[in-house]
């Protein structure tokens, strides 16, 4: 049997309630099965489970679809219950079927083997698993289903995340310094959607000062996703700026920075998560309308979660100061 595993939805529902799920399923199978991975663009180190990982990130149906909890959406149309929605979900499961049957042909697999496919938006059971959103149907809420409330840990099996190592030398080359050398990564989370808080942070004015003190790198991230969160800085002095649209990248940076600064502005983002599933820890400085909305159970995923010596260490921006 090969398991194809098809991920449509927001990054942080994929790397809290999905990449661990399929991590534990994978203890679970036959030693002939195989476990296939589509994701984004380079986040094969999350799924180190996986005999395959196909990246879906330029599919065109996915690539201009909105991330809205497990689901692809329409820009226009973010409710995931629509007629619409339901029909570009049928058409992007129909894609990524067509791409992975040509890259495991490529790949030189036996398509004539059975094949099964679980996609995120399904929400179905399978070996006694939740997939996707399962359990908001089951709850007969499914427009609100999601992490905060429905995280089920024996749902999940986690693993601390490792870099790929292997392009430390073209991080280097970008960076113009060693990662051996002490520096700050610091990273911002944006959306032109889900703006619960419109209260914005100084974020020039408080990496000045950091940057008096030690190398301070600002990372500008776009993953190239329809609406997806991003990370983009003004010029500042005295500072190293990186762009990437990469996890491999991100993570590397992750990894070796002597301390991870991340900033939140509308929400509490999901690139929060990346350090503390990583086994660093990370400072979150955000507005206190940010922590007010009530959303994030910092203490839970911090004790249950991020058992791997990282850990999100929440400031408001009086506090940092």
Not at 204 to 233: A, M, P, Q
Request: hydrophobic share 40%.
């Amino acid at each position: 049997m090969i398991y194809v595993f098809a991920f449509f939805g927001e990054f942080g529902y994929e790397l809290l309630n999905w990449q661990g799920t399929i991590r534990k399923f994978s203890s679970q199978i036959q030693p002939e099965d195989k476990i296939v991975c589509c994701s984004r663009a380079n986040f094969y180190p999350v799924y180190e489970m996986a005999n395959e990982y196909i990246d879906i990130s330029e599919v065109p149906l996915f690539k201009n679809s909105v991330a809205n909890c497990y689901y692809a959406v329409n820009p226009e149309d973010l409710d995931i219950l629509s007629e619409a929605n339901k029909e570009l979900d049928l058409e992007l499961k129909k894609d990524i079927k067509e791409l992975v049957f040509l890259e495991l042909k490529k790949k030189g697999y036996d398509l004539s083997a059975e094949i099964k496919f679980i996609f995120s938006s399904e929400g179905i059971k399978l070996n006694n698993l939740i997939w996707g959103a399962y359990k908001s149907f089951i709850a007969k809420n499914p427009k609100y289903a999601n992490i905060y409330n429905y995280l089920d840990l024996d749902n999940n099996t986690y693993k601390k995340i490792l870099p790929d190592f292997s392009i430390r030398e073209l991080v280097e080359k970008k960076l113009g310094f060693s990662l051996d050398e002490k520096f700050i990564l610091c990273q911002t989370g944006n959306r032109e959607i889900v703006i619960r808080s419109k209260d914005l942070i100084d974020k020039e004015f408080l990496i000045e000062k950091l940057s008096k003190e030690v190398k301070v790198v600002l990372l500008n991230f776009k993953t190239g996703r329809n609406l997806d969160s991003y990370s983009r800085f003004n010029q500042i002095k005295n500072t190293f700026e990186y762009d990437c649209s990469t996890f491999t990248e991100q993570a590397c940076l992750v990894h070796f920075a002597q301390e991870c600064i991340f900033f939140s502005e509308g929400d509490f983002r999901s690139h929060i998560y990346v350090p503390p599933i990583m086994g660093k820890n990370v400072t979150v400085i955000a507005p206190i309308t940010v922590y007010d909305i009530g959303t994030t159970p910092l203490d839970f995923w911090n004790k249950f979660v991020f058992k791997f010596g990282g850990q999100i260490i929440p400031k408001n921006v009086e506090d940092f100061l």
